[in-house]
């Protein structure tokens, strides 16, 4: 044991009964990852649980529903590439429960980052441990020379070992995640290659994300993540390998799905509450709820419901916001690109494009498709589109920036795409932290799950959407001393962590 391992996260409640004592009716609002979480933590504890979701399909951001290609040929269509990390702990139990060995992830052992002119890093072969994964990565940049290295601000580049919970927050919410790389001094070429990318990963603009969430997020998935940087996919479409056996193992343990149906407001009624419907004067009574609503259906469930009239609550809610826009454009080419592309490639300084995934060349029904018909199911993202620009405008690029990269797709026919542009991913502006909601309310049996919840420990999108479930479910079931879901972490600070306080000396060192 030398520190650096999953961590199980403190209990959320002290209950040691394995089931509800009596019985126990709960709604969960939102059947995506964080839903569904904290649907299964509660079924499997015995209460009474009823998913409401807007959509006809089970997922949200991560949801899949099925399409027909212009032949009539039914397929499975997503929201769009996700990756897999493997310190995903929480949500690799959620998906043991449909899959106990985890056979439907399959690693991408590679995933090269394409710059401007060529430009390649790769992310294979590094060391699993942190700090040696990042020196390695440092000495094989072609980008970065000894010189550079000696401008680099290395009090600043500490920060990304010393990942502290109380301390950064405390001392670099209030900066941007721009700010705080251009202090960083790399070389710009380098700078673009090793970090731009990072932000918008999570959808934000680096001038719009607070610095101590980057530092987070890269506490997270390198310098603090015990596994490596390789990530899975899911080897058929989300709603095969997923949401369908989900649905299904929930419903074996008494969940109703009430599927294309919103929720309007909460009321309360004596010690539970009333979960009025949209569209109807239907309304579910319950003892506990969970609203695991994206941040735009929180905000507005909540602006419905006056009786959540605690003040400092509802002003926290109404200052949570979204990010910029994403765009994801899936076309069906009707010839292969060329055999030795990547699955997944992450891009920088290309246009709006950040990542280009071939489908057949990881997941079952592309690969069908593509053997059947000799083409090639590719995949665009871009994150963080600033509002100005247009549908137009993204696919006009999108499409320049593929056959660019990849020139054998400038012959080839679309035999069908869809390209989505949303708008419903979280903000993590800078100084907001102190204010973020959590999982908890200041109201008896009424809980939060989502992936802007503010969790306990390091985490992000789909893991932390998994895990504000399970704390959820571990609350609300607290009230009858009922067993928590166990909830796993990476380690909670940087390997460095224990002299951040010492930094100021630092600097002097090391200006
Ligand atoms: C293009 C794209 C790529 C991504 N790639 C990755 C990745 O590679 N790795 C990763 O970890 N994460 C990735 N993410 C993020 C990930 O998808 C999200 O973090 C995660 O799915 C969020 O889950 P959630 O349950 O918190 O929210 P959501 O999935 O948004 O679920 C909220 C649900 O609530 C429902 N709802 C809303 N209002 C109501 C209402 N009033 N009544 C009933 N239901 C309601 C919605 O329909 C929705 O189903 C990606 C996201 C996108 C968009």
């Not at 990269?405 to 102190?434: I, Q, V």
């Not at 166990?486 to 630092?506: C, K, M, N, Q």
């Amino acid at each position: 044991m030398d520190g650096f391992e999953a961590r199980k996260v403190p209990s959320p409640g002290s209950g040691t009964r394995d089931r509800v004592p009596q019985p126990v009716r709960a709604v969960v609002v939102g059947g995506g990852l964080a839903g569904c979480a904290a649907a299964t933590a509660l079924a499997e504890r015995g209460a009474g649980v009823t998913v409401l979701e807007r959509n006809d399909y089970l997922g949200g951001r991560a949801g899949a529903w099925t399409e027909r290609l212009p032949d009539g040929q039914p397929f499975e269509m997503e929201r769009g590439f996700h990756a897999f990390f493997r310190q995903y702990y929480n949500l690799r139990n959620l998906l043991r429960r449909i899959d106990p060995g985890l056979h439907h992830l399959t690693p991408l052992l590679d995933y090269p980052l394409l710059g401007p002119h060529g430009a390649q890093e790769s992310f294979t072969g590094l060391p699993r441990r942190p700090p040696f994964n990042v020196l390695a990565l440092i000495r094989r940049t072609s980008r970065l020379r000894l010189r550079d290295l000696l401008r680099v601000n290395g009090a600043a580049a500490l920060e990304m070992a010393a990942y502290d919970p109380v301390t950064t927050w405390r001392d670099l919410d209030d900066g941007n995640a721009r700010d705080y790389l251009d202090s960083l001094r790399f070389p710009p070429d380098a700078r673009q290659m090793l970090f731009n990318v990072f932000a918008h990963s999570f959808f934000n603009p680096e001038e719009g994300m607070s610095a101590a969430d980057m530092l987070m997020m890269f506490h997270f998935y390198f310098m603090g993540n015990p596994e490596g940087l390789v990530f899975d996919v899911l080897d058929e479409p989300f709603s095969l390998a997923l949401w369908r056996p989900l649905q299904r193992y929930l419903a074996g343990l008494g969940v109703a799905f009430r599927m294309g149906t919103s929720a309007e407001r909460l009321e309360r009624r004596g010690d539970g509450w009333r979960v009025a419907l949209a569209g109807s004067a239907e309304a579910l009574e319950a003892d506990v709820v969970v609203l695991g609503t994206e941040v735009p259906a929180l905000r507005a469930i909540v602006a419905r419901s006056p009786q959540l009239d605690d003040p400092q609550w509802r002003r926290q809610v109404e200052r949570l916001d979204v990010t910029l826009p994403f765009a994801v454009w899936r076309v069906y080419l009707d010839r292969a690109v060329r055999h030795d592309r990547h699955p997944f490639v992450g891009t920088t300084g290309l246009g709006h494009v950040d990542n280009i995934s071939v489908y057949e060349l990881f997941e079952g029904e592309s690969r069908r498709w593509a053997l059947q018909t000799g083409g090639s199911v590719v995949e665009v993202h871009a994150y963080g589109v600033e509002e100005r620009v247009t549908e137009a405008e993204i696919r006009a690029d999108f499409l320049a920036q593929l056959h660019d990269l990849y020139p054998e797709t400038a012959a080839a026919k679309p035999l069908h795409e869809l390209f989505l542009l949303r708008r419903d991913c979280a903000s993590f502006a800078p100084g907001t932290y102190a204010d973020r909601t959590t999982v908890e309310t200041p109201f008896p049996g009424l809980a939060l799950a989502g992936d802007f919840v503010k969790l306990p420990f390091p985490t992000a999108l789909m893991e932390r959407a998994t895990a504000s479930g399970f704390l959820a479910a571990g609350r609300l079931l607290d009230r009858w001393q009922v067993r928590p879901e166990d909830v796993w972490s990476v380690p909670e600070r940087g390997l460095l962590a224990p002299i951040r306080h010492t930094f100021p000396s630092l600097r002097v060192l090391w200006p």
